[in-house]
């Protein structure tokens, strides 16, 4: 099996070619992208770029300003809306595609189905976003309202077992001016709440702030948290078979895994019940969770079922601060081993929608300064490697766009656009025509580099060896700019040593300690011959014994990575 190589992409954004947006503006304002965007030529090119799984977020029908009174589909209050297209992650209906990303608004779910098809026709699978943590305040599925969420709740009751919301009983939801998008001129209608419900970020209190997730409310899978988190699991509560059953609905849409917004927040024991249950039915479905807190990493993977989770406060957290604030790359030793053998399980990134832009002024400012991290995240370790649209050409994100303000961020809250992405799309053409030099060699690079994970042996399921604890030498690497270390599998092998360092040529000898030869089962008597596979450098032949003892002289450019094949004679 390869490596999962996963593209992150909004189809709200991906093909809107819109010159000159509005700040707020509407669909019909600022243009929208369609799910039909994604032609076969599109996904094509995507594949080209080294990708193998293509995650389409913001898919199911979320809370928007934007009306189509023609179908009798109408905006929720601006006043629970974040921006005016609205977070893909307050969900309005469970059971239903975003109407602004059809073509055909009566037609959106077949669409979709369409797009799966498409999708899977030109070589990749599919992803899509599962929300089961909280949903919009003014949930309401036009699809099969038989399934609304609370119509049985006992709203007098802060916490039960049977209630699919948690309430303030006797409390109206309390609001104030800043919360929502209202446009100037625009009459600020009341939300009415009563009693409130609990809010998304587990705020049990009827005056949620601006900074909590005001648009959402929590759901309650069974946990009292206002006694002790006491766990009321024994009989299940109904609220986890209509989980199962949108995961069922989805799964049965032929997608090909679930990426799981803020599963730390929902119980383990649910997911177990819930992944086992879909992988019954769906055996060959991944789930993928994000999870920020290391110690819940064993139990969501072990007890909770899921394939693989974020690493976040790892390696993305390591990487960035190596390359913004400095410190030593060497650091990138304690990331994989504090994860205790779970490497394996970890999705890596640099970019994705909560993330800031690499070419940002808030990270890295120029997207080639991170090309050493993104090497390191594609090739440290067997679990998936992610890349968000935009990425690939250095998206700098410049300006307010919306809600959001000037965050370094693409905005997951307005109808906008995507100005650098644009020039690869070159008004749907695809070709990245109107694209500079310097990013049409960012995205070779990137797509040398994801090639190079999907069809090598090592990278995708090899084994990982350290090889720092062996270079405090004089003349070897510097510890603050370098990082290098072997992948290999019993026949073939690779070195991989990138530089961090921004201004200066890193220029020092490297070994490869005899324990690693023995590792990798190479006579120390071999002769080996590197062949360099990603980045510059030139072919060349030394001994093993040579390399374990003398080691090998290396230059790594600024900013830059070198990845070697190489072979033992005897």
Not at 193 to 198: D, G, H, L, S, V
Not at 363 to 391: H, N, R
Request: proline share 6%; hydrophobic share 35%.
């Amino acid at each position: 099996m390869s490596k999962l190589s996963i593209y992150q992409v909004l189809p709200r954004l991906f093909g809107n070619t819109q010159p000159n947006p509005k700040l707020f503006g509407s669909a019909q304002e600022n243009g929208v992208g369609k799910m039909n965007d994604f032609t076969d030529k599109a996904l094509q090119e995507i594949k080209a770029l080294g990708i193998n799984y293509i995650w389409y977020t913001g898919i199911i029908e979320h809370a928007t300003c934007q009306s189509y009174p023609g179908y009798k589909i109408f905006g929720q209050n601006p006043s629970v809306v974040k921006g005016r297209a609205g977070s893909p992650y307050a969900i309005t209906d469970y059971y239903d595609v975003n109407p602004y990303l059809a073509e055909s608004i009566p037609d959106r779910m077949h669409e979709f189905e369409q797009l799966v098809q498409r999708t899977h026709k030109n070589g990749l699978k599919v992803i899509i976003d599962f929300i089961p943590n909280h949903l919009a305040r003014p949930y309401h599925s036009d699809q099969f309202p038989a399934t609304d969420f609370g119509l049985n709740d006992d709203a007098t009751q802060a916490f039960s077992p049977k209630n699919d919301f948690y309430y303030i009983p006797g409390q109206p939801l309390q609001w104030n001016d800043q919360m929502g998008t209202l446009l100037p001129g625009e009459k600020r209608e009341p939300y009415l709440e009563f009693p409130a419900k609990a809010t998304g970020n587990d705020q049990f209190h009827p005056n949620p702030s601006i900074y909590d997730w005001y648009e959402t409310v929590k759901l309650n899978y069974g946990v009292d948290y206002l006694n002790q988190k006491q766990q009321h699991f024994d009989p299940i509560p109904s609220l986890w078979d209509k989980m199962v059953a949108v995961l069922r609905f989805w799964a049965s849409k032929n997608i090909d895994a679930f990426r799981c917004d803020m599963a730390e927040m929902v119980p383990v024991e649910f997911w177990n019940y819930a992944v086992t249950n879909l992988k019954q039915e769906f055996p060959e479905l991944l789930f993928i969770a994000e999870v920020y807190n290391p110690n819940l990493y064993h139990a969501y993977i072990y007890q909770g079922k899921f394939d693989y989770l974020y690493d976040k406060v790892g390696l993305y957290d390591t990487l960035r601060a190596i390359i913004c604030c400095g410190i030593p790359a060497s650091d990138i030793t304690r990331c994989w081993q504090h994860l205790n053998g779970l490497d394996a399980y970890m999705l890596r990134f640099l970019e994705n929608h909560d993330e800031q832009r690499i070419a940002s002024e808030f990270f890295a400012k120029k997207p080639e300064q991170a090309l050493p991290g993104m090497i390191v995240s594609a090739t440290l370790g067997t679990g998936p490697v992610m890349v968000y649209f935009g990425q690939e050409v250095g998206e700098p994100t410049k300006g307010i766009s919306g809600y959001s303000g000037d965050d370094g961020k693409t905005t997951i809250f307005d109808f906008w656009v995507v100005p650098e992405f644009q020039k690869w799309l070159n008004n749907n053409k695809f070709d990245g025509a109107r694209l500079s030099e310097s990013q049409k060699n960012l995205r070779q690079a990137y797509a040398q580099l994801l090639n190079l994970t999907l069809s090598s042996q090592p990278l995708s399921h090899g084994n990982f060896y350290d090889l720092m604890w062996a270079n405090h030498f004089d003349h070897g690497p510097d510890p603050q700019f370098i990082y290098a270390y072997l992948r290999y599998t019993a026949s073939e092998y690779i070195l991989i040593v990138v530089n961090f360092n921004k201004y200066t040529s890193q220029k020092f000898k490297l070994k490869i300690p005899e324990h690693a030869f023995g590792e990798m089962k190479i006579s120390i008597s071999a002769k080996l011959e590197f062949t360099p596979v990603f980045g510059f450098g030139e072919t060349f032949s030394i001994s093993a014994v040579d390399t374990a003892y003398k080691g090998m002289e290396l230059t790594v450019k600024p900013s830059s990575g070198v990845i070697f094949i190489f072979k033992p004679h005897n």
